[in-house]
């Protein structure tokens, strides 16, 4: 599945946040700072709406 040019601005956007440790986890940032590159990841693929499984085709 290719990313739309909005969907890669955001994961841009998301991982420069955690290299400038700004990004925070939970509802308004309610987690705490994201210590990991695994979890910023993730966050930025959920942000983006990439991390729902695409429905199987029948």
């Known amino acids: 599945m290719k990313e739309t040019k909005a969907q890669k601005d955001k994961i841009e956007k998301v991982m420069h946040e955690f290299k ?17 590159r695994q979890q910023a990841v993730a966050i930025a693929l959920s942000e983006a709406g990439l991390s729902k499984k695409s429905k199987s085709k029948k």
Request: charged share 40%.
């Open 20 to 36: 400038e440790g700004e990004l925070k986890s939970g509802k308004d940032g309610a987690g705490g700072k994201v210590k990991t």
